[in-house]
């Protein structure tokens, strides 16, 4: 047994929960200073996420652009999804969405975009009457139509929220380097998906739309800092950068990159749900397929 290797294992895992943990919970002789880190703890978290290594254009045998849909509904992309409610709840626990928007609305993120393609940059401006309903209510038309002033009263107002966003969309490439002989994958965009803000609250099934898109390089640094639960382990939670980039998520492929302009596997499997499904699976495993193909003669 290499003992060495062990104890270092066993030394980084710990430092891993000192770092990552809830700060000072255990020596906290009073609730307000559970969350203040010392100046050493303060110290070890000023890291960043991990860079991508440069990948040079002729080192890329094959790739393949693919959009996929992450259900919230599904256990396994939970993390992505709660805490809906934050009431209550700490400061550093925040859904993907909260993260996203706050940063859009404070402008640590400058530019979010129409589609994954990036073809039209928008600002928080531009799209927050997509995330915001403002109705009046009937007694506010009576008080218009006496020719009334519009009380507060009488106004409306429901935003998106973190209970509303029902999907992710991710873009991203497959691509196989012959330099390290590997199948590997890059995060491109991420967007959140829900109901339309001025139909959310009726009856029937509603369509989803796409709020915005970001380009994921753009916002690394800011999903390093934010963590998500870590249902394994709560002393070491995960930074929704490391949780997106390891695809600690389960994906439906909608769309992959292809000669009809990209058209969506619903477009030319229709109104069958268990074949677009179907579909999407082939696809992986044709992506798949690829690297065991890349090393047969």
Not at 66 to 90: A, C, H, K, Q, S
Not at 235 to 243: G, Q
């Amino acid at each position: 047994m290499n003992w060495k290797g062990l104890f270092t294992a066993a030394f980084a895992l710990l430092i891993s929960g000192t770092v990552f943990g809830q700060a000072n919970l255990l020596n906290a002789k009073d609730p307000g200073e559970i969350g203040v880190k010392t100046q050493a703890q303060k110290d070890a978290d000023n890291d960043g996420p991990l860079p991508y290594g440069y990948v040079d254009d002729r080192d890329i045998l094959w790739s393949a652009t693919t959009w996929e849909i992450i259900d919230l509904d599904e256990r396994v992309n939970f993390p992505l999804y709660y805490p809906i409610d934050t009431i209550g709840m700490r400061a550093d626990r925040r859904s993907l969405y909260d993260v996203l928007l706050k940063n859009v609305k404070n402008k640590n993120i400058a530019k979010v975009y129409a589609d994954g393609n990036f073809t039209e940059v928008r600002t928080y401006e531009d799209i927050k009457t997509s995330l915001r309903k403002v109705d009046t209510l009937d007694a506010g038309f009576d008080q218009l139509n006496r020719g009334e002033k519009l009380s507060d009263e009488y106004i409306e107002v429901r935003d998106l929220t973190s209970a509303d966003i029902e999907e992710y969309h991710v873009k991203g490439v497959w691509y196989f380097d012959k330099r390290q002989g590997e199948l590997k994958y890059r995060l491109l965009a991420i967007a959140p998906v829900a109901p339309d803000v001025q139909f959310i609250d009726q009856d029937g099934q509603q369509d989803l739309i796409e709020l915005f898109w970001v380009f994921y390089p753009d916002v690394r640094e800011i999903l390093h800092e934010s963590k998500a639960f870590n249902d394994r382990n709560a002393a070491v939670p995960l930074s929704f950068d490391h949780l997106l980039n390891a695809r600690r998520f389960n994906g439906l492929i909608y769309k992959e990159e292809n000669v009809q302009g990209d058209r969506r596997v619903k477009e030319y499997v229709k109104e069958n749900s268990l074949m677009q499904l179907l579909e999407s699976e082939r696809i992986k495993e044709k992506i798949r397929g690829r690297e065991q193909d890349m090393w047969n003669y």
